[in-house]
């Protein structure tokens, strides 16, 4: 979501070259290129009429946004001219935390982390490679092949709006790319791999990556599986890395991070419901479209607490029951705030329902990777 991604997929968010928003969605998108063209989009008709986003010649210095939230790559940042500043924004920093949990998870997991320099470095190597390259690559890909439907939801933002230009969009997934990879290179060999393992991870992850934002596949057009993959990316990928570089992946681990990937896939759908409008113009079958808001919102949270139960329920059952139980006095919280705030309207207090409840998941994923650790 484009997420290591080892990449995800919440999959998002110089010499200036302005865009006009004014063609077909039905086009599909043209592949990463070197030749400078002008962006053209136009919003799929709906049954009441024709959607249409025009951006502005050059972004604005200021629309009166934070430029915290920018830097960050969140909605209500400030339009900004720095071309340094919006190539972070692209990176989408505010996504990069799940990642580096998941390497500490991943880390904890494996029995085999000590507090040395050398370990606290291949540590913060990993989180480098999974966060900032990875995970850069993979929202910053994301938002060229979202740049139709962000016309429509956010056309302030950085390649809609023409703040950057499309050649220096593409240099920078490549150089992400390609500086991710190396890093998951270094890591093997600095981990004594005889296979690379933590490459491969990083190549799945990438490839993942690509086929959730882009044509043919675009998976992010399908409710269930975009989000699931989203989740895996960032719950399962650095977690294997993180396992990996300190230990051995072992396949009960495997099973066990897929499973709260499901979770993984409630968190995905809560970012869904913000981008409803623009979805439903362009035939994107997220699950609030899919299935509408009321229905969706009750996936969403059954998703997230259902897997959790679940693993607290294995952990009881492998003779865990103290991580059981700690694990049970986290997903309290979660369902507390899911009614609070989630359930009462998920596009008006999504971002609040996220910043209180998910400090209690990813809590809960740190105390299965010490339950499980070998």
């Not at 915290?68 to 989408?92: M, P």
């Not at 050649?167 to 790319?177: C, D, G, H, P």
């Not at 600095?190 to 991870?201: E, F």
């Not at 209180?356 to 990813?362: D, E, G, T």
Request: net charge positive; proline share 6%.
């Amino acid at each position: 979501m484009a997420s290591i991604l080892l990449g995800a997929t919440s999959i998002a968010q110089s010499n200036r070259t302005p865009y006009r928003l004014c063609s077909t969605v039905g086009r599909r998108s043209p592949p990463l290129s070197l030749t400078r063209r002008k962006l053209t989009v136009r919003a799929a008709e709906t049954d009441a009429n024709e959607v249409k986003a025009t951006a502005p010649d050059k972004a604005p210095a200021s629309n009166g946004g934070s430029s915290f939230n920018q830097l960050l790559g969140i909605k209500g940042a400030a339009q900004e001219s720095d071309k340094w500043k919006i190539r972070v924004q692209l990176t989408k920093p505010v996504t990069w935390p799940p990642l580096v949990w998941g390497i500490v998870c991943g880390a904890a997991a494996s029995g085999n982390f000590h507090w040395t320099v050398e370990d606290v470095a291949k540590a913060i190597v990993c989180m480098l490679m999974s966060g900032p390259c990875l995970t850069g690559f993979t929202q910053t890909l994301n938002d060229w092949y979202d740049r139709e439907i962000d016309a429509i939801n956010e056309p302030y933002r950085p390649i809609p709006s023409g703040a950057i230009s499309e050649n220096e969009v593409i240099t920078q997934i490549w150089l992400l790319l390609l500086g991710g990879l190396s890093l998951a290179g270094l890591l093997d060999v600095w981990a004594g791999h005889k296979v690379p393992v933590i490459l491969y991870l990083a190549l799945g992850g990438s490839l993942l990556s690509y086929i959730y934002s882009a044509p043919p596949l675009k998976l992010k057009q399908n409710g269930w599986i975009g989000n699931f993959a989203l989740g895996a990316s960032y719950i399962s990928l650095p977690w294997w890395a993180g396992q990996s570089l300190f230990g051995t992946l072992t396949p009960d681990i495997i099973v066990l991070t897929l499973l709260y990937s499901i979770a993984g896939l409630g968190i995905a759908i809560v970012n869904d419901f913000k981008s409803i409008e623009g979805d439903r113009a362009l035939g994107l079958q997220s699950l609030p479209v899919a299935f509408g808001i009321d229905t969706a919102k009750w996936i969403c949270a059954g998703a997230i607490d259902i897997t959790q139960l679940s693993i607290a329920g294995y952990l009881l059952g492998a003779g865990k029951p103290l991580y059981a139980l700690a694990l049970l006095g986290l997903i309290i919280p979660q369902v507390v705030f899911q009614f609070q705030y989630f359930l009462k309207d998920p596009v008006k207090y999504d971002v609040k329902y996220q910043a209180s409840a998910q400090p209690f998941l990813i809590l809960g994923l740190l105390v299965t990777a010490l339950a499980t650790s070998h």
